[in-house]
């Protein structure tokens, strides 16, 4: 049973990906323009422009370029970045991609690593103490942060740790060579600003859940049973309520990769999104397509660890009848 | 005899929104010696759970003390302090609450829930914890207690988890139980067992108990003292034995008139024919259904078998068995919920589409559904007038100044005051929100009213003026009824005929009179003697009957070949009745037994 399960959910996983590599490729194919025209640019005449489409291998149907592109990405070969092809130094995506996903993942795992204990432990908290002064202060906080928009949280901490008191570079531009205190500081601002955004929604699922969990009968016989309150949250209540809190964790870390374009932009951090964005303004197809299958196997992978741990801490579905 | 546990002028209030407190409980006092069971009775809003939680020092969220003592062993729990309290809380007194379904936590093992308290407080080790659990589920009769406690709530059955649920309290040794209701949502032939379990249990360990229900017959078998609650006061309190033959007080004697007699010939509605037509306004003709069905048509999982059903208009079938043996599952086919794999299911002479989606707004019309929990049955967003609106707006076309007269008339017919239509379902009694349930199938004008355990949430008092309602709404309107319950003496009070089912096979079918005098079949023996009866000791004799010895409580299997109560048959011929299945017999009057036995081997 438990098997089954696993298995279909790699099998939806795995048409997820397929289906989404159809939509980008077709989507990318939308896109006004092509590399072939930019990179000419007011030199392309007729005879020269349709000579760069054939060595692009623009001039294929496009159900042969979708395979011939699926065959590469499976085999691991993103193919070449098609800006500077023409000037002749073509770079490979994956050389351009790597640093960028090291970095971006140098972001999301730092901003992972603190943001998910403090906010599973606020959301405990104020699902301990519900109505209390601490509690109110949680929930009207973190209701608060999730109504602003991430730019303005980053603008806002810029204007006050690097404008004001000046602790904090305003960017967060890597050279590639710094090391310990230094990254930390280039990556303190940036961190934050995620952290704060990422951590309000888990506090208020967690404490939802927990909330939600407290009220039900077996809670209410574990306090007649004179177990301990924190005995109560954290055996009796939290192990009911992991399927929903690692679903919105999982979906909040797949949004780290993918969708922090805003703050990347703003503190000049050289990661993913970034990237994607400048490869759309250049047209720049392989590297878009690239990045969007990056993003997209980010958040079926998440999902599909999410699924396997809120099936693992079900006994129902662990031990079937 | 020293007491155990005083409760002196005990007042409990439930803060309101306005911070003023509504009383509760208003001074109410009893004792509960050692080795006693002391029953605290009476319909829900009488505060019976809240007085019996005080012993506990605890209160249910939104209510307070207001005001008097709970000394357990003369020291007061109300005023104790929270560390000494939890120390007391399952290790001095436990509590057994009403659905162990509900309250054992589904992602921890049995095991480590029976022993957590008694381990949590140090009064054993681990594995000491353990044995004492084993030793336990032996003498509570729970199957395989080594490895029991490896298992998951969701593995074992629902009369076992409330037998489990006794060992987690009696864990950790408590001088003193208090039960909630513990036998409430069980089969008849599940609480016999429980109710003995329970019993011989707490004799063994010598402990005290309070015993929290609102059926007097299960009291009466387990209680030395009885306190009768109305409105949160005492209205009687005395030995079981005085409470139970000699009744002084008005409140107790409507308690007492509204414990239904046990099933027996001569109730019933005989053969109502006010509204006989030619064909029989419903029938149910060689129906096999069941769930997850495969690409051949079958199903994994047969729960019914050939079954046939037919009433007359203008009558009421009853359909009982105990859980799992198909009597919902059968509404649902009727209803269209679940198409059959074979068979049909005709009304007035015709052929009615086996699946809901497929029905015409004429047949969906003409068969209505009254489900269990109007709670869940009933939008809380809407008000009386808009839920009984939407059927005759849909069905009948009403609309205006129609529509809002139709709706007086409902409430009218379900004896409600009119002003109900302007309010919500929360602001209705469980017993007015059945009302408005049935209410609600009414106004679509139905032929047929399915009624699935209409009656079973409701107190003893509210459900037999439900009773009488259905019965005067059968002689009024017409509508043939479909009652479906697992307590017989519902059914024996209100149907014409009775249809016994079990394992989804029909055992016996016939006029309420006939199925309920002898010649019985086995199983509707078993189910008529496990009925408590008012009277103190029948617990007792009931337990020395050939059907204890063979084995009451059982899980009903769904067997493919022979008689599926073959295992708990006391009548069990070998290699017959488990290889072939049963002949059916007619006894004349359309009374049918399904039996491989002849007339004259019946018990009687």
């Known amino acids: 049973m438990i098997w089954r399960a696993l298995f279909g959910r790699l099998c939806i996983s795995v048409v997820t990906l397929f289906v989404v590599s159809v939509l980008i490729f077709i989507g990318t194919n939308l896109l006004p323009g092509d590399v072939a025209q930019i990179l000419l640019g007011q030199m392309a005449t007729p005879d020269s422009l349709a000579a760069l489409q054939a060595k692009l291998g623009m001039d294929q149907a496009a159900h042969v370029r979708y395979f011939m592109w699926l065959r590469d990405v499976a085999t691991g070969d993103l193919g070449f970045s098609k800006a500077g092809l023409g000037a002749g130094n073509a770079t490979p995506i994956v050389q351009i991609i790597e640093p960028r996903i090291f970095n971006t993942l140098q972001l999301t795992s730092m901003v992972a690593v603190i943001a998910i204990p403090v906010a599973l432990f606020l959301g405990l908290l104020a699902a301990m103490h519900p109505g209390t002064r601490l509690d109110r202060t949680i929930t009207f906080s973190t209701l608060n942060l999730i109504s602003v928009p991430d730019f303005l949280v980053a603008t806002f901490l810029v204007l006050v740790f690097a404008v004001y008191l000046g602790w904090l570079p305003s960017i967060a531009y890597l050279r590639g060579d710094e090391t310990g205190w230094g990254l930390i500081r280039a990556l303190a601002m940036p961190t934050l600003t995620l952290m704060i955004i990422v951590s309000a929604q888990i506090i208020r699922m967690t404490r939802a859940t927990v909330l939600n969990v407290m009220s039900s009968p077996y809670v209410e016989m574990a306090i007649l049973k004179g177990v301990p309150r924190r005995r109560i949250i954290l055996r009796h209540a939290l192990l009911n309520a992991i399927g929903p809190i690692v679903n919105v964790i999982a979906l909040n870390l797949a949004w780290l990769v993918g969708g922090v374009v805003i703050v990347e932009q703003i503190f000049a951090y050289p990661g993913l999104a970034k990237l994607m964005i400048d490869a759309v303004l250049v047209r720049d197809l392989p590297l878009v397509q690239a990045c969007a299958m990056i993003f997209c196997a980010s958040y079926v992978v998440l999902i599909f660890i999410a699924d396997m741990a809120s099936i693992l801490s079900n006994p129902r579905l662990r031990y079937p009848k | ?604």
């Open chain 2, 1 to 604: 005899m020293s007491i155990l546990l005083e409760v002196d002028d005990l007042k409990i209030s439930a803060r309101k929104d306005d911070d003023s407190l509504l009383p509760i409980v208003k001074g109410v006092s009893f004792k509960v010696a050692r080795g006693e069971v002391v029953a605290l009775i009476g319909e829900s809003g009488s505060g019976k759970t809240t007085i019996a939680l005080s012993a506990l020092g605890y209160t249910k969220p939104g209510l307070e003390f207001d005001g008097g003592e709970v000394r357990l062993e003369g020291e007061d729990v109300i005023t104790m302090r929270s560390d000494h309290l939890r120390s007391l809380r399952g290790q001095r007194v436990a509590y057994l609450a009403q659905s162990a379904a509900a309250t054992f936590n589904p992602a921890l093992t049995i095991g480590e829930q029976v022993t957590e308290s008694s381990v949590l407080h140090g009064i054993l080790s681990k594995e000491q914890a353990h044995e004492r659990a084993k030793v336990l589920y032996q003498a509570l009769e729970l199957p395989d207690p080594e490895r029991l406690g490896r298992r998951y709530p969701h593995q074992v059955s629902g009369g076992q988890l409330q037998r489990l649920m006794a060992a987690m309290a009696l864990c950790g040794k408590p001088d003193l139980l208090v039960l909630d209701e513990p036998t409430t949502a069980l089969d008849v032939t599940t609480q016999i067992e429980v109710l003995k379990s329970f019993k011989s249990v707490i004799k063994q360990e010598g402990s005290s108990a309070i015993y929290v229900t609102h059926d007097l017959s299960v009291v009466a078998q387990i209680a030395d003292h009885i306190v009768v609650l109305y409105a949160g006061e005492v209205q009687e309190y005395g030995t079981a034995e005085q409470i139970v033959s000699h009744p002084t007080h008005d409140y107790t004697r409507r308690l007492m008139h509204a414990v239904r007699p046990p099933p027996a010939a001569g109730q019933g509605d005989k053969t109502s024919s006010e509204h006989k037509r030619q064909a029989p306004a419903l029938e149910v003709r060689n129906i096999t259904a069941g769930y997850g069905r495969k690409r051949d048509g079958t199903t994994m999982v047969t729960v019914l078998r050939s079954v046939n059903v037919s009433i007359e208009r203008g009558q009421s079938i009853g359909v009982i068995g105990e859980s799992g043996c198909g009597k919902s599952t059968l509404a649902r086919v009727v209803a269209g919920l679940l198409p059959p794999t074979e068979g049909e299911v005709l009304l007035d002479g015709q052929e009615l589409n086996p699946a809901l989606a497929q029905r015409s707004r004429n047949e969906l019309q003409k068969v209505q559904f009254v489900f269990q929990m109007a709670d869940t049955a009933l939008n809380p967003k809407q008000r009386i007038d808009r839920i009984l609106g939407r059927p005759l707006e849909f069905y009948l076309g009403l609309k205006g100044k129609e529509k809002r007269q139709r709706v007086g008339e409902l409430l009218e017919m379900v004896e409600l005051p009119p002003e109900f239509a302007g309010r919500y379902p929360e602001e209705l009694s469980g017993g007015q929100k059945q009302r408005v349930n049935l209410a609600r199938a009414l106004a679509a004008s139905p032929e047929v009213l399915l009624c699935d355990e209409v009656i079973s949430a409701l107190d003893s008092i509210v459900g037999a003026n439900v009773i009488d309602l259905l019965r005067r709404l059968r002689q009024q309107t017409g509508v043939s009824f479909v009652f479906i319950s697992h307590d017989l003496s519902t059914v024996a009070s209100f149907a014409d005929e009775i249809v016994v089912l079990y394992a989804g096979r029909v055992v016996e079918k016939g006029s309420t009179d006939r199925v309920l005098s002898p010649p019985y079949h086995p199983y509707t023996r078993l189910l008529i003697s496990s009925v408590p009866e008012l009277r103190v000791g029948w617990l007792e004799e009931a337990m020395q009957t050939q059907e204890a010895q063979a084995g009451i409580d059982r899980l009903v299997t769904l067997t493919e070949i022979g008689c599926p109560f073959f295992d708990r048959c006391p009548l069990a011929i070998k290699d017959t009745c488990d290889q072939e299945a049963p002949p059916i017999r007619d006894l004349g009057e359309g009374h049918l037994i399904s039996c491989h036995r002849p007339e004259s081997e019946f018990l009687h």
